[in-house]
């Protein structure tokens, strides 16, 4: 009885915050003979409330369906948690990214319990690994422009800001080709690094 006396509501899932749900009157003319409006709008705010529930209803019960029901592809990449670089000398190696670039040491990460000597170093909430291991990369005929070779990407802040750095320090660098705000230069194993500005 309820529906012949209000006009019909549309739900609509509000894709920024899916569990908002909107309702929306598809009657131009509502029917307003029947009910007052203040309870007609009551019924409405119950019918929107029912609707929100059933919606969060529905979003838990997906958030806790088994891991059979999702995509097999799916197993949940999260982030890039850290990345490994090789380095022939760990302590020109943490001159080079902690005096020039400033990165600093992450001490939880564990030193001594590998094999080899290195340090985990803080790039935003991810990590470089430095590794005092044999390179199999080459040193030389490496092309010039780091954007042609295997490379880090890190973003910063200011791409000018950094290109001041380098040129104080007297390290070589070249700028994006494709023209945005990027600058890629090398540390000491010849290992390519590039650093992009992003809106942060």
Same mark, same amino acid.
């Given at each position: 009885?309820?529906?012949?006396?209000?006009?019909? /509501?549309?739900?609509l899932?509000?894709?920024?915050?899916?569990?908002? *749900?909107?309702?929306v009157s598809?009657?131009?003319?509502?029917?307003?003979?029947f009910q007052?409006s203040?309870?007609?709008?009551?019924h409405?705010?119950?019918?929107?409330?029912?609707?929100?529930m059933s919606?969060?209803t529905d979003?838990?019960?997906?958030?806790?369906v088994?891991?059979?029901?999702?995509d &097999?592809?799916?197993?949940? *990449? *999260?982030?890039?948690?850290? *990345?490994?670089i $090789?380095?022939?000398?760990?302590e020109?190696? /943490?001159?080079f990214?902690?005096n020039?670039?400033? $990165?600093?040491?992450? %001490?939880?990460?564990?030193? &001594?319990?590998?094999?080899?000597?290195?340090?985990?170093?803080?790039v935003?909430?991810?990590?470089?690994?430095?590794? %005092?291991?044999?390179?199999? &990369?080459?040193?030389?005929? !490496?092309?010039e422009?780091g954007?042609?070779? !295997?490379h880090t990407?890190?973003?910063?802040? &200011?791409?000018?800001?950094?290109?001041?750095?380098l040129d104080?320090?007297?390290?070589p660098y070249?700028?994006?080709?494709?023209g945005?705000?990027?600058?890629?230069?090398?540390?000491?194993?010849t290992?390519?690094?590039?650093?992009t500005?992003v809106?942060?």
């Open positions: 009885m309820a529906s012949l006396l209000n006009p019909p /509501l549309t739900l899932q509000n894709k920024l915050n899916p569990g908002c *749900v909107l309702a598809t009657s131009a003319t509502p029917n307003k003979k007052p203040s309870t007609r709008r009551s409405r705010r119950c019918l929107l409330m029912r609707a929100k919606a969060e979003m838990l019960a997906k958030d806790s088994g891991t059979d029901t999702v &097999d592809n799916d197993f949940g *990449v *999260v982030s890039m948690h850290h *990345v490994g $090789l380095c022939e000398n760990l020109m190696s /943490l001159d990214y902690q020039i670039l400033g $990165l600093e040491i992450n %001490e939880a990460r564990p030193h &001594d319990k590998l094999p080899y000597r290195g340090a985990w170093l803080w935003g909430s991810e990590m470089i690994h430095l590794m %005092e291991l044999p390179n199999p &990369d080459p040193l030389t005929g !490496r092309p422009h954007g042609r070779d !295997r990407c890190i973003a910063i802040r &200011d791409v000018s800001k950094l290109k001041a750095i104080k320090a007297g390290i070249t700028l994006s080709r494709s945005r705000p990027a600058i890629f230069t090398r540390d000491p194993d290992n390519a690094l590039e650093f500005q809106d942060a």
